[in-house]
């Protein structure tokens, strides 16, 4: 992991670079009109990167930040905190300017309650450093680690060219020594910037999210503000004896090469450490997140909403970074609400939220990337994994199908072009062959996963060959592991082994009729067309009117029935996929061999 990187130990924004590279770029891409979020946030980052006199070059890029805390699983809600700028440092490299997008890994906070489903022994280790909490598993060597190697393989499926920065190494290493000793001798200052602030809290979203869907949320902060009880310290140390920040500074003793740091700890050790050779605790994170914004000369990051209230971190931070490290806050993005639904089923090996991961596993790349931009961030956006999967397919199929012709340009254009390609991945894994989702996902479930049933059913259904199945991939494993894994009880279906008799034996007449018009004209209507044809036709047949007969209420009636009777004989339920999709994946024979006594 890369923890040093080219603008590092830059403590003011730069005014000056050097010379070089892309030049005074333009600040909207020749050919767009009405440009969509990511390009406007670009042309306010030109423009500031502009008034500062900071030209970019692959020596000094412009910087997007992200920021994570690894103390959990990295759900579809922090991926958002990943997308907005990665969307935008997409859009500044499209036009040659040279740019960077680091992820910081809050690796260095405290472990702040013992973990869902892990002993209550665990708790020992509350208050330590993320990685300094051993991997209750005994397989990675912390638990930060855990869920940082849990990402990385997502970040590459979704082509997305991220340096991480371990603010552990950071910290441990001693990058931040000077800004730590400059916010210990600047403490009165920041304690009267925060006391500004202190009666406002951090904001809450209220966004309304819609019926069953999850909101999935960053962890609160949990920082104590030591001001209100004596002396204010913007710096909370790691206890030599225990390793946990349950400690008190009492004094500081700045020396000409040294710098010590004296402290009490609730386990009872009190001890002393000299700045200048060792680090043993972190700056606070309103303290510590502006301070990272001069070090890493951050030009844009987003962050979410509860961040950009009165008296919250942004807001505060924004006042710090100039007072006390002499720099500017970066253009900045408030984010809304990410929400899923129909992933009740969905966890990952690690909690209860669905990750990027566990999405990867139902949805095309191309397709989740495109869930976070198509929408600007300040606008909430749902992931709908469950029954909603087979409209988010189709969504996506029809807008290719537009451009494909043509006729589909602006802001819809740019969110698929951002979505299908980025600058280090010239395309995605998709299907040569487009074939609905739920095609697939009901080819899936009535062939319970046998792939060469699977072949059969979906070369019924569509124009692909079964020896070709393959290039239906890789839609076709994800349809296969939704139907499997994910989807509601609803649509998880069993076709009958063997007929239902007592059924059979107790239709009314009319039942009789209706199987009996529909056995008839299976071989003549052999195809998804001619089935959907027949099966509408059926119900009017059997009262004496002809298939182009208008519907009338009573009619709509039957056709509910003789479907309903359907479900009950090939699956024992009353609700089902589409008919003669169904009638066409379970086959002609063994349609007989249901349907008749």
Sequence with gaps: MTTNGSNAGNVNQPKTQPKGGSGRPNTKKKGRSKPDWAAQIADRVVRRAERDGFEPTA????????????SGPIHLGNMRELMVPHFVVEELRSRGIPSQHILSWDDYDR??????????????????????VPDPHGELESWAERFKSELRPTLAQLGMDIREISQTEMYGAGRYQKQIIEAIEQRKLIDSILGRYRTLEEGETTEEAGDGVQVLTTDGLDETDDSAAGDYWPYRVYCHSCDRDTTTMTSVEPGDESYWVNYSCDCGHSGRFDLMLENRGKLVWKVDWPMRW?????????????????????????????????????????YSFVGTRGTGKMSSSSG???????????????????MYVRKSPRQGITIDMGSGIHALYDEWDQIQRKIAGGSVGGSQLQAVERARQTSVRASFDTAK????????????????????QMARIVAALTDVAADDIASAEPRLTKADYWMKHVAPRE??????????????Q??????????ELLVAGLDDEWSLDGLRT??????????????????????KAHQREFFKLLYRLLLSVETGPRVPTLLMAIGRERLLKLLTV
Aim: charged letters at 20%; one cysteine or more.
């Design 294 to 334: 001069a070090y890493e000369s951050v030009i844009f990051e987003a962050a979410g909403a509860d961040h950009s209230s009165p008296g919250s971190s942004f807001t505060v931070g924004s006042d710090l970074v100039t007072q006390v490290y002499n720099g500017r806050a970066p253009e900045y993005m408030a």
């Design 352 to 370: 209860a939220v669905p990750t990027p991961a566990d999405a990867l596993k139902v949805l095309e790349a191309p397709i989740l990337r495109w």
């Design 506 to 515: 107790n239709l009314t007449a009319q039942q009789t009729t209706w199987l």
């Design 433 to 452: 062959t487009v074939v609905p989702f739920r095609t697939l996902a009901s080819a899936s479930a009535v062939a319970a996963g046998d792939r060469t």
């Design 59 to 70: 020596d000094h890029p412009l910087v997007c930040a992200s920021g994570i805390s690894p």
């Design 534 to 555: 027949l099966v509408y036709g059926v119900p009017k047949a059997e009262a004496g009117l002809t298939a182009d007969a208008p519907p009338t209420d009573e009619l």
């Design 111 to 132: 472990l702040r309650k013992v973990p869902a489903g892990i002993s209550d022994d665990f708790a020992i280790h509350v208050g330590k450093p993320l990685t300094a």
């Design 491 to 504: 649509e998880r279906i069993e076709v009958r082994t063997t007929p239902d008799v007592e059924l059979l």
